[in-house]
């Protein structure tokens, strides 16, 4: 069984920063590309940053240069460092893994960016 837990959401004032955390299970986690993905209420849920497992990165535009996707290949955890965050930035944040054919999300954790 696959499973994903996301951690660090929470609220913050605008240009504060926050480390969201998830931590994986039941798969050999340094093989696969990992993903955090956030949903606004009342919109689609958005691809925000990737990780591949040689550890090369990707970013939604709108979070280029100020949030920083890493990995922990002993841990088996994956990381989302946001800084400069904007009252646009609020969602709930999820983990994403496609692994045995199929796709596996964590429950997600809440960001709040107010002031």
């Known amino acids: 069984q696959v499973w994903l837990r996301e951690s660090g959401g929470g609220l913050v004032q605008p240009g504060g920063s926050l480390r969201l955390s998830c931590s994986a299970s039941g798969i050999n986690f340094k093989l696969y590309t990992m993903n955090w993905y956030r949903q606004a209420t009342g919109k689609q849920r958005e691809l925000v940053a990737s990780?591949?497992?040689?550890?090369?990165?990707d970013y939604t535009n709108s979070v280029m240069g100020r949030f920083t996707i890493s990995r922990n290949n002993v841990r088996n955890t994956v990381s989302l460092q946001m800084n400069s965050l904007q009252p646009e930035d609020t969602a709930a944040y999820y983990c994403?893994?496609?692994?045995?054919?199929?796709?596996?999300w964590g429950q997600g954790t809440q960001v709040t960016v107010a002031s």
């Open positions: 994403k893994v496609r692994a045995r054919g199929s796709q596996f």
């Open positions: 990780i591949t497992s040689d550890g090369s990165t």
